[in-house]
Structure formats: structure tokens, C-alpha cells
């Protein structure tokens, strides 16, 4: 009796960690969203968070000096890929913020907009982000 128990509960444990992983990154990935936003509002000037698929991370550049002096600071960087053993893929490279914290267009980030998939195992999740910068939910 004792061994059905765990030949049971040991698939329903695995599937509940792969979930709360997947849970877990996407809430970080939308949290470094705002956090880029949040950062080109408080500075007034240009964010940009940028998403490394190969490195399963996310962080956001600004230039957070007082005298906007062009020195770009790093703010918040997540590893999705060690931290939950999640794998990041998306259809850009970096998602920039103007000063009032509306996702723009730049050289940087020559379009607007993105799809950021989390997927571990045999479950995925997306974060769908519009081309002003807002999570789109489901």
C-alpha cells in the first residue's frame, strides 16, 4: 500500500514543480516589464530590458544618473534559466521604454512589441507584450 502511494505522488509532485516553475519565471519576466518601465518613468529618459534567450535571463539598462550623463547602469538581472530551470525564448532582443514609460521603436529595438515564451518540460507559457509596452493578458 505504502509503495502506491508514492508511485502516485511522485508524477503528481514532478507536475506541480514544473508548473509552479513556469509560474514563477513568468512572474518574474512580467516584473522586469514593469521594472523597465518603472525605471525610464523615475529617470525620465530611455529603459531598455533586454532578453537573453541563449542565457535564459532578462535585465534592464537605463542611465539612472541625475545628470543623465550616458553611463548606462544594469537594473535587475534575472536567470530564469538557474533560478527555475526555465528555458526563455523570444522574438526580440530587447524591449525599449521612452521617458514616460510607452514602449517604443529605436535603433535598439527596431520593432515595438514582443512574444516571450517559458517552457520547461512538457509545459510552456507566454507573455504576449503589445508595441506600448503593456502585458497582454489572457
Known amino acids: 500500500m505504502v509503495a502506491a502511494i508514492y508511485l502516485i505522488a511522485l508524477p503528481t509532485l514532478s507536475r506541480t514543480r514544473v508548473t509552479a516553475s513556469i509560474h514563477n ?3 518574474v519576466v512580467v ?3 514593469a521594472l523597465a518601465r518603472a525605471t525610464a518613468i523615475r529617470y525620465g ?3 531598455v530590458l533586454r532578453l537573453d534567450a541563449a542565457g ?4 534592464v539598462e537605463a542611465d539612472t544618473s541625475m545628470a543623465a550623463t550616458g553611463v ?3 537594473v535587475g538581472i534575472f536567470h530564469v ?3 527555475f530551470d526555465v528555458d526563455l525564448t523570444t ?3 530587447a524591449l525599449c521604454f521612452n521617458g514616460r514609460g510607452v514602449g517604443t521603436a529605436s535603433a535598439t529595438c527596431p520593432t515595438a512589441g514582443a512574444l516571450i515564451v ?3 518540460r512538457d509545459r510552456t507559457d507566454s507573455v504576449q507584450v503589445s508595441p506600448v509596452g503593456r502585458v497582454m493578458t489572457e
Open 56 to 59: 535564459d535571463r532578462v535585465w
Open 45 to 47: 529618459r530611455p529603459a
Open 72 to 74: 548606462v547602469d544594469t
Open 118 to 120: 517559458l517552457a520547461l
Open 81 to 83: 534559466g538557474e533560478e
Open 31 to 33: 516584473s522586469s516589464i
Open 91 to 93: 522574438n526580440r532582443s
Open 25 to 27: 519565471a513568468r512572474h
